[in-house]
């Protein structure tokens, strides 16, 4: 027996969990000592009300292992004993990597305030065996074939060659109900299983509820941020804006609000988690309070304009991320410590040392399915200039694989 599922960040915020097919979903909960995912709640308390199961993670940031510990346990209470609990071990972010005492001391307070023991995410290249090993930890091991797009796997590459608790096999993960990748996920074992991680002393779990089946008539589809978006490039506000919205408006709302609210170096903090995706979105975003370039001084140090942050998409290349900001990919291996230029993955965040003024232009990858049209949407430009800037002649004409300049 086995389920299948997905872990997801507010990199997904709104996503409907009614809508997506799923066993389970894993939502990322804290980073470090300060960060907390502004959907988190909303996505639990979603996967709870249509019964199906779920777990949160902790991304590790270093600094003070009992601190971060803490922090996350204090932001989960609610769903103690009801969700899986996770710790996220990448080098990304993580002022503490190569040190596994400290990934050891973080799932040891874990343990100490809650009796759980977490599971630990990290890749199978650099995975913490003998840590997982001395706490009984479950492993959630990441480990790709390649990033192609691909809906749920009977068998993903590579099964059977080690065991582990639960595998994720791809970021590139398409499936019904959602408009982006995903995280994949197959966990090995049935409910019963997850719930023994979840509440290992026995007890017994809360019945889950009937499925509802949610009103989305009213709702436009799409992220939280493509929304908001859509609002700003349209001047809708009040009543128009309502009517948009329609029944995520408050879900819209909040996230304006909040982007009002916080405070430049928090709002800098959710650019580098990819919150707001790439430019021009992420300005476009940011700019509906007029916070763009207040946040892009804080990204860059201060307004030194000598760097920007750049969230890789599904078919990015070092080379051609580099070529699209005009410098080298020894530039950007050496700013990120990347060891094999030849290995990024999707939703990596990337310190792009430019000087000067950042290009807009981006890179896009076709993938199967799309259309110029659709990418043209997605990107806030017309097909006619998307075809006119890559020289194509018929724009019903592009194949998966064809890398496009945009912008």
Known sequence: MALNGIDISNWQAGIDLAAVPCDFAICKATQGTTYTSPDCARQVELARSVGKLFGVYHYVAGGNAQAEADFFVDSVLNWMGKGTLCVDWEQNQNAAWGDLSYLDAVCRRIVERTGIIPLIYASKAVFPWDTAKLLNAGTWVAQYADNDATGYQDSPWNEGAYSCSMRQYTSNGRIAGYGGPLDLNKFYGDRSAWQAYACPDGAEPEPAPEPVEPDTSTAPAGRTIDLIAYIAEHGLNDQARRDYCGSRYD????????IH????????DEVWEGVYGNDPLRSTVLDICGRAEEVRAVVNGGGSGDSTVYTVVAGDTLSAIAAH?????DAIVAANGIQN???IYTGQRLSIPIGGTVSTKHTYTVQ????????????????????????IADPNRIYPGQQLVIG
Do not use: C, R, W
């Not at 879900?251 to 909040?258: D, R």
């Open 251 to 258: 879900e819209v709302q909040n996230m304006i609000n909040h």
């Open 261 to 268: 609210d916080a405070s430049a170096d928090e709002l800098a």
């Open 325 to 329: 900001y005009g410098v080298t990919v």
């Open 341 to 343: 230029p030849n290995l």
């Open 368 to 391: 199967s399915g799309d259309t110029l049209s659709g990418i043209a949407a997605k990107f806030g430009t017309t097909y006619q200039e998307i075809a006119a800037a890559n020289g």
